[in-house]
Nanobody, 125 residues
C-alpha cells in the first residue's frame, strides 16, 4: 500500500508562487505515473498535471501551462508541483494521486489508485 502526503499549500497573493510536495511512503511510486488534481468549492475535481514514472514526460491542463511545473525525485519518492503566477481561480484543494500506469489516460482520475488527503491553496486577488 502507498500513502501520499501533500504539503506546501497556503495563502498567497495573486502573482505569487507556491511549491507543493507529495511524499510517498509504504511503497515506492517510482514505477507509476503521479498526478496532481484540484477541487475548487462547488466544482468537480479536475486534472492539473501529471509526470511519467521516469519523469521524461509531463502533461498539463491548458489553464496552467506555462505557469505550473511538475517534477519528481524518485530517490526521495517525492513529486513536486511548482506553481508560479498564481491566479484567484487557482484556489482549490490540491490532491496528489499515484498508481497510474497508462500514460494515455494520465488525465483520468479513475486510473489512479492512491490519493493524498489534499492541501489547500488560496490565492487572494
Amino acid at each position: 500500500q502507498v500513502q501520499l502526503v501533500e504539503s506546501g499549500g497556503g495563502l498567497v497573493q495573486a502573482g505569487g508562487s507556491l511549491r507543493l510536495s507529495c511524499a510517498a511512503s509504504g511503497r515506492t511510486v517510482s514505477n507509476y505515473i503521479v498526478g496532481w488534481f484540484r477541487q475548487a468549492p462547488a466544482k468537480a475535481r479536475e486534472f492539473v498535471a501529471a509526470v511519467s514514472a521516469r519523469g521524461s514526460s509531463t502533461a498539463y491542463t491548458d489553464s496552467v501551462k506555462g505557469r505550473f511545473t511538475i517534477s519528481r525525485d524518485n530517490t526521495m519518492n517525492t513529486v513536486y508541483l511548482q506553481m508560479n503566477s498564481l491566479k484567484a481561480e487557482d484556489t482549490a484543494v490540491y490532491y496528489c494521486a499515484g498508481g497510474a500506469v497508462l500514460w494515455t489516460f494520465a488525465t483520468k482520475e479513475e486510473q489512479y489508485k492512491y490519493w493524498g488527503q489534499g492541501t489547500q491553496v488560496t490565492v487572494s486577488a
